[in-house]
């Protein structure tokens, strides 16, 4: 069993930076591919970035590509976000995720709140 903890959210301007962490327990996380999503109010819950379990592989939704960069710390059982040139539109509770049966590759369509191990989110905030 793996939980997993947010941390990091808060209200920032527009182009600010916030780094969002994804504490874990459990020994296995670093065994596991992770990956973020965000869901806004009224709209669906979209992937944003993934990790495999190694760091070497790095996946991004084309809306945050060149602006948002996934890490881990498998030492500290933690990942990361580091969100830069933030837009209102990136306004969002924003959760990490992780399944043992997934590659990061496949987390973008397959993983879903159906499946694998969710924090409970973090919320950001971008003002205008």
């Known amino acids: 069993q793996v939980q997993l903890v947010e941390s990091g959210g808060g209200l920032v301007q527009a182009g600010g930076s916030l780094r969002l962490s994804c504490a874990a327990s459990g020994r296995t996380f670093s065994s596991y591919a992770m990956g973020w999503f965000r869901q806004a109010p009224g709209k669906e819950r979209e992937f944003v970035a993934a990790?495999?379990?190694?760091?070497?592989?790095?996946y991004y939704a084309d809306s945050v590509k060149g602006r948002f960069t996934i890490s881990r710390d498998n030492a500290k059982n933690t990942g990361y976000l580091q969100m830069n040139s933030l837009k209102p539109e990136d306004t969002a509770l924003y959760y990490c995720?992780?399944?043992?049966?997934?590659?990061?590759?496949?987390?973008?369509?397959?993983?879903?709140?159906?499946?694998?191990?969710w924090g409970q989110g973090t919320q950001v905030t971008v003002s205008s």
């Open positions: 995720a992780a399944d043992p049966t997934l590659a990061a590759a496949q987390i973008m369509l397959n993983l879903n709140p159906s499946r694998g191990y």
């Open positions: 990790i495999s379990w190694s760091g070497a592989g790095t």
